[in-house]
Nanobody, 125 residues
Framework: QLQLVESGGGLVQPGGSLRLSCAAS????????IGWFRQAPGKEREGVAC????????KYADSVKGRFTISRDNAKNTVYLQMTSLKPEDTAVYYC??????????????????WGQGTQVTVSS
C-alpha cells in the first residue's frame, strides 16, 4: 500500500527554521515527482515546492523562493523541505504529494494522485 508520511512540523518563532520530511512506504520514490503543498485556515491549498524524480528540476512558489529548499534522498526514500526565515504567514498544514514522473516538476495539486496526512507548522512568537 502506497503511503506518504510527513513529519517535522511544530511551533517556531518568526525567523526560525524547520525541516519537514516526507517518507514513503510501499513504493520507492525514485521515479516520482514530489510536491509540498500547504493549506492555511480559510485559504485554498497552495503549491510550495516540487522536485522531479531525477532531482534536477525544482519549482518554488514566489512566496518561499530563497527561503525554502526541497531535496530528496532516494536511498532513504525521503524528500525534505528545509524552511528558513519563517514568517507568520507560513503557518499552515503542510502536505507532501507524489506522482509518477522523472524530469518535470509542477505546483499544480491536480497533477498529484498520492497524498500524505499533513503536518502542522505554526510560526508565532
Amino acid at each position: 500500500q502506497l503511503q506518504l508520511v510527513e513529519s517535522g512540523g511544530g511551533l517556531v518563532q518568526p525567523g526560525g527554521s524547520l525541516r519537514l520530511s516526507c517518507a514513503a512506504s510501499g513504493f520507492t520514490l525514485d521515479y516520482y515527482i514530489i510536491g509540498w503543498f500547504r493549506q492555511a485556515p480559510g485559504k485554498e491549498r497552495e503549491g510550495v515546492a516540487c522536485i522531479s524524480g531525477s532531482g534536477t528540476n525544482t519549482k518554488y512558489a514566489d512566496s518561499v523562493k530563497g527561503r525554502f529548499t526541497i531535496s530528496r534522498d532516494n536511498a532513504k526514500n525521503t524528500v525534505y523541505l528545509q524552511m528558513t526565515s519563517l514568517k507568520p504567514e507560513d503557518t499552515a498544514v503542510y502536505y507532501c504529494a507524489a506522482e509518477p514522473g522523472w524530469d518535470w516538476a509542477t505546483l499544480n495539486s491536480n497533477e498529484f494522485d498520492y497524498w500524505g496526512q499533513g503536518t502542522q507548522v505554526t510560526v508565532s512568537s
